[in-house]
């Protein structure tokens, strides 16, 4: 039997988009997890199948026994383990932030920019974050749901003085508020000492993930944007938004 002259040229062609699509999706998963407790357990995972090639290479018997049979369930193992991560993927699946797509970051943009001009005029304090490309979700889940759609009206509400909701931050995905009174990692730098806890809070989760946070300052109305660690303060709402607009396109 002999082969088609253009079978090896399409089955190259075809190897070329399986690794492509297998390599963009495993891409996307691991920003998915990022930021999250999924990314400790995926390193236990990988040390143990290290351990476990090392016990073959080594002749350790007792110890390949073990790993094998605990290996031989590794699905059943990732599926309890990761099942609130496997379940918030699919329901993610197939819209923007899983396959890259992102919504129109203007509005986003305009509605921070008028919430916090709103707030810094009336020196209420305020702490909100947009989600990029690192997932937020142990945050959000230590906070209040909200998922509401996200408008100057709604931050200004839930940040007013007496709201069951104005302490913490309010995370924003999308055009979306998902959760509001969460709770941030505080920045352990000794030169941040003299800042307040809410300007030290979106300066930490910012040296941890990619999230873009605004502050406004509840003593002197003060407007600040956090980014890669770095809090750029004395900002006016038109230029938050024109900062905001470039960092969410």
């Not at 995370?171 to 508020?177: M, T, W």
């Not at 406004?216 to 905001?244: F, K, M, N, Y």
């Amino acid at each position: 039997m002999t082969l088609k002259p253009d079978f090896v040229p399409t089955l190259r062609w075809m190897d070329a988009i399986d690794i492509g699509v297998v390599a963009f999706i495993v891409y996307r998963i691991a920003l998915l997890i990022r930021g999250t407790r999924a990314v400790q357990m995926v390193l236990g995972l990988a040390l143990l199948g290290v351990a476990y090639l090392a016990s073959q290479m080594l002749g350790l018997f007792t110890l390949n026994w073990l790993l094998n049979n605990f290996l031989g369930s590794l699905i059943i193992i990732l599926v309890v383990i990761f099942q609130a991560d496997i379940r918030r993927a699919l329901t993610r699946f197939g819209t923007g932030p899983f396959l890259g797509f992102r919504t129109n970051g203007g509005v986003a943009a305009e509605e921070l920019a008028q919430a916090a001009g709103w707030l810094s005029a009336h020196r209420i304090g305020g702490l909100m974050v947009l989600e990029r490309e690192v997932g937020l979700s142990d945050y959000i889940e230590g906070g209040r749901p909200v998922d509401a759609r996200l408008s100057a009206a709604l931050l200004e509400t839930i940040f007013m003085p007496g709201s069951p909701l104005h302490d913490g931050a309010v995370i924003i995905k999308g055009e979306q508020v998902v959760a509001a009174k969460c709770l941030l990692p505080l920045s352990s730098s000794p030169e941040l000492a003299s800042l307040g806890t809410r300007h030290r809070a979106a300066i930490g989760l910012t040296e941890e993930t990619d999230a873009v946070v605004v502050v406004v300052s509840e003593e002197d109305g003060t407007i600040s944007l956090a980014r890669g660690g770095v809090l750029t303060r004395h900002l006016e709402p038109a230029t938050l938004r024109q900062q905001l607009e470039a960092l969410t396109p």
